[in-house]
């Protein structure tokens, strides 16, 4: 209790706390995202039971591995070498991700681009509420070790680790139902948010491999692809709204 009380009273532990609250929302997008996509493959009376499952076994994940923070700081450590690389629990994790992340995206535009596919009809509406659950518990995995590792890296005070955690997977919580519904309502926003998941995909296999791709960079182009899409969801609507209002000859 005395250690919680001086963390209160001291000015760093807020602006730690401030910040990793920003990076982990930040990061429980790209979780987000795919959990939206996946869940809205379901039959619409699963569809919000799915997410907040999705999102509930994220905030299980994540505690359960904040729990273990010694074992988490031993997944950096190198387990086997190939060609002279090492890689550690945690770069196997990320590229296995990073390789799932690629293979359902592009299993995912294909079904887009080729809707009357025989493959896309057993995939389409047909994805079971176990499958869901257990491709998105995949996914909450991956997304959980790398939220985790880099907590650790930014803050040792376990307490500030947590309520983190917490508000970003609450923040996650608030925005799965609303971001479900504007993916499902526009469709050329399903492409887009599908590029997003090859994008990070990448990226994980890319930082298993070792190589450090800044964040940010990732992030900015995300939102300027989706501001983009949203300056062309506003020029559709207004012509829509114009053709809806045009007088009749």
């Known amino acids: ?18 910040t990793l609250v920003v990076m982990e929302v930040v990061l429980g997008i790209d979780n987000l995202i795919f959990i939206s996509i996946i869940t809205n493959k379901l039959p619409p009376e699963k569809q919000q039971s799915a997410r907040r499952i999705g999102i509930g076994l994220a905030l299980v994940l994540r505690l359960g591995l904040l729990a273990t923070i010694a074992y988490i700081v031993a997944l950096t450590q190198p387990i086997i070498e190939v060609f002279g690389k090492g890689f550690s629990w945690r770069d196997l994790i990320l590229i296995a991700g990073g390789l799932f992340l690629l293979w359902k995206a592009t299993k ?10 025989k493959e896309s009809d057993v995939g389409g509406m047909q994805l079971g509420f176990a499958a869901a659950i ?28 947590v309520i983190a955690v917490v508000s970003a997977v609450t923040v996650m919580l608030l925005a799965a139902d609303p971001l479900a519904r504007f993916i499902a309502a526009n469709p050329t926003v399903v492409m887009l948010a599908l590029g997003f998941l090859i994008m990070i995909g990448m990226t994980l ?28 969801i506003l020029a559709r609507r207004r012509k829509r709204g114009q053709a809806g209002g045009a007088p009749r000859s």
């Open 205 to 232: 296999i890319a930082e298993g491999f070792g190589a450090h791709v800044p964040k940010g960079y990732i992030y900015t182009a995300m939102a300027f692809s989706a501001g983009v899409e949203g300056l062309n």
């Open 108 to 117: 995912e535009i294909h079904h887009s681009v080729d809707p009357d596919s």
């Open 134 to 161: 257990g491709q998105i518990l995949v996914l909450d995995l991956v997304f959980s070790i790398d939220s985790i590792i880099t907590a650790v890296g930014m803050t040792e005070h376990v307490p500030i680790m």
């Open 1 to 18: 209790m005395d250690s919680l009380l001086q963390l209160a009273n001291d000015p760093t532990a807020w602006a730690a706390l401030a």
